[in-house]
């Protein structure tokens, strides 16, 4: 249970990070959109391992194969499955701590539920899970581009380091995402000296929507900010998600916060976006705002005290490769989930009025 | 769409604020679970309005029907039908700003989406349709409650002032639920000079469940994080989620955050518990943990600039009767949004394994 | 569980044959659609007991009210709460037969199920139920005729008493809601003389929809077929459905079934309709064709052999107001249910296309 | 849209007749099932093409592979997904018929609802898609092995020959998979010789489950029997289901039709089973029994007169290879939507009490 996302625009993940391929679903996706691997592999050498020395050293290719749904060169309607095999996975590494729970990871909790698990670099809980969610959020993406909305996503801060400087060209240009070159490379060398501590470090990762129409979501139980809420806190490592001023609301007043409307060009607008983008649960026009809290990542290898699944005590030490910062990887995942929510509202939208 | 929460243990609202009843189907809940119209009651009491000095006073005594699902004081299996007569609307206030959106409410969106709306009072986006969220939510306390889970809630802090003891006998004992009773002073304090000033406070609303047995909740997109994050952000008023450490984890490192274990009473624990209690999206065992960013009262009684339905340039002012601040009453309304996902994810767990 | 149906125009059914009342939520309806209490106190009247000698003597107003949903005349996109109160159920007749399952009702299965049940006149499982789907079935049809698509049903066949010639208008004339006078009055003879030897029969009801645009439907799972099906079997004492020829068409060949193709006023049309509308699951623009087995009332006033909830084997006798035939009563709730599907695939089919 | 099947046991199908594979996901599986290439193989040989004479030439080993949710030979709650490659494909035959509308099947429908389809071997639409199915399908019957639950089916009647013996060890023995071996070769000889005058038969399809336990199914719109409905005629050539009696139960009266009920060994019996296991949408106990109306399988080698995408009026002749009665590989896949149905609703059963 659990692994699907949307309501008519449906994705449903597969795979484990040491089993031989991963995959998603996509079902839903409206007939008659361009789609190819190559608009989809964008999208995945984004989010890939083995990109840079803040990256796990992990090699996977990640190559997307298309295996339904897309007929010469568009969607039919039918759902889209998309595979890649996985041609890296190192699984001598886990085999020491097969019966331990790893701090931090799901091990133990997965263990509680199932009673049986793959344990080989976090099985079905690794991030590598993300893979389908990005596959699936570049057709998303396409279908969006379709009624000119656009998804972005940024490094905002990493650990104690802040942007102070917004450039959007900026944010391709550096290892970490950031629009803001000078505390991007900050940030790199405390990711660094991070992996050289063997400790790892957390962030708050930004994504905006442009250009969305207003009146898109659903009210009350599925407001967008809600779904959007669920999208971001189903990524791993986020464990938190603000929509506009977020939690700094509360600081403000009502009249301070509230964003008085006008128009503009034929348009409504309004003066100030700290709402996020969105009023009652459905979009306003203004951009979409939403931030994630993403912890630091859970394998750390220095020595930990644990238990294991005889319920003894012990002492672990995390081998493997990993992150020493998930944020730059959050971020293509994080815009992924944004243009899956959105392609959904768009389409659920059409049903509002007779 | 979307007025449905849950995926077994499913709540469906409906009512608007000015309408002649609100209501709440709940489908899904168990057989032979104790329910009475007593049980469900209390809940609502502690949501209603009119209570004090910091609550609108609009008088709703909110008594709850119970007209189907239950039969000799337990309940059927079958569809539980909660409803209440709305008996204190006053539409009057409305006819002035029909045409006119009011800044910070969904007035421009639902228009937006619809074309057609409910003006009086928000219609259905007013906070009164979480009428049915609390009637449901005590329900799946109650069901809860059959597990030895318990759910509470209270106010942390209010715009600038922040709670700095706990006593959680404390919580109830004052109007604006907060278990340092110093701190509620000078909050309660706060909120009627606002009211003075015709403006309104936000604040940060934290809830807990203690005992919750560990490995509840679906892996990936429907992580135990993600559904409380939904079941949240579709709290009227709530732009933030954070769950353990949240907005505060990217300050520490992996190694600061992680969660070591041990072993009590044969039991599993964690020796902290930043991660507020799910790691992988599964409950651990330990308190679940989470914090709102609620935003001030959209309805502040001072001029503000709008448009209105032709596309002109306006000027509001909104009268009514509300709640200088949301605070104390959403405490409840979380409680039981935590309550309708424990007690979905408590029946789902039971098909976890063969 | 299991009582929504619909995917986004979705209902909710609700209530107890001698609850307080029963009704139904319609969440997902599009904004705009003009609604008031006649239009959808007029498909009710259709359903009602007490109309003739054929059905059940309980005598029930059935008056809907409107709680939510409808403003000014015309749906506003939100839930439509319609309820109704139950003012002449007699349970007395119920208490001698608390324990004792009554043969071919739900008596034993919702015990076996729940370990609880409200057993007075069935409870969850009365057809009264039904009220609730012909309520959300009116407001469908409404929606539908925003289309010109045209919904109707009739009795085919009752017990061995065939339809021999089809009038339309004939349909509402007579007591069985037969198309043929003729056969209608056998009907009504045979029905009379069940009746009164205490015995009951069924029968043969088809349901056809008019003007429906070709290509509405989902392929695979939830072909229009399938869905179809689902929503008749749905229907108390249908124990089979087929479309077009169903199970006269393994009587033919497939050069005699298939239905060939041709152009009328430059729309594509076939010149036989074997298939009953549908082609892979999804509508041809031909007449959509069901039709739905309906079998004999379970309750006869005639000793039956049965077992308690004690485990003993008892003799019952099953008292209590029923409808000697079901038949002319499952007219409206199969229109009903077809206009509920078509309602949904409508909107569903707005998401087919980029 | 409409690929997935189920509530909590999931599936989601996708692949077309001529892409590079197909395949299914399988999401709610609960862990520590027993499961291996070899069971879910065991299913799959029984609906392979190329099997005999009386089956399409089409060669396709149809070797599934499991690529997640099994680990050291147990599902681990993760979701399964499992492929096959497309390896005989034989696009050439469909080149000429490209832009023009076989009748029968669903050319047309698709091309109405998606404006672009893949033509080749009938793209999403072919029957190959079952392969999903009956791989699921596998997976759920070893569910019900842990609860002794046995799902099975047969041909009964093919075009006019009826079976008038049943003995189950037959059904595996001879190429239609009747239980009656006269009638099996009357069948297989009515099959060539339809085969040579280029026409096509359908034909009565039986499934059973036996040992169900009583009380599994929800009420009112999930009725067992609708699911099970919605599951066959979800079935590609299904145009009807009957539960029990069916389209006989309206000859006969209340009085014959009542099944009444006797003690057996402690356990609740029925005399008679004319409702086919289920009264109320809720199990028996008494073993489960649908048919399924098959029809004649649309590809057949004569001209038929239909349009093409232009809007003209043409001849077409389909050639391609096809199964000359689909009918007994139709009883693999409806035993395998009768295991999905009983897996999920065995499942989903455990939350019907506290």
Redesign the interface.
Known sequence: ?????G????I?????SH?????V?V??C????DLSTEVIQRDLDRRRVGQSKVTSPRQEQDRV?I???V?EG????????L?TYNTDADSSKYDAIRDM?R????D???????????HRGG???SAR?TWGRVAAGAVARQ?LR?ADVEVYGFVR????IAMETFDRAEIDRNLVRCPDPVAAERMVAAIMA?KD????????VEVRAENV???????????L??????????I?A??????????S???????????????ED?R?R??SNH??G????????EPIVARL????????S?P????DVQ???RTILVEGRHDPSICPRVVPVAEAMMALVLADVY????????
Not at 1 to 5: E, Q
Not at 19 to 23: L, N
Not at 103 to 106: E, I, L, V
């Open positions: 249970m659990g692994s699907t996302f309501r008519i625009f449906r449903t993940t597969w795979g484990e089993g031989p391929a991963i995959g679903v079902d839903g409206p007939a008659g959109l194969q295996l339904s749904g007929f568009r969607s039919t309607g039918a759902p889209i499955s595979i729970f701090p931090g990871h799901a133990y909790t997965y263990w509680a539920k199932y009673g049986h698990r793959d099985g079905r809980s899970e279908l379709t801060q990493l650990w104690t991070a501590r063997q400790d790892s470090l957390g962030g708050l129409p207003p009146g898109l979501g659903e009210p009350t139980m599925d407001k900010d809600a779904i959007i809420g669920q999208a971001m806190l189903s791993p986020v464990k938190g998600v603000e929509i506009g001023e977020g939690f609301a509360y600081s403000m007043t009502g009249k301070e916060h509230n964003d008085e409307f006008f128009i034929g409504v309004t003066y709402a996020g969105m009023l009652g649960g459905l979009s306003t026009g809290a993403v912890k630091p990542t859970s394998s750390v220095q930990q005290r644990t238990v319920g003894d005590e389409l659920l939208n059409r049903a509002s009025r007779i």
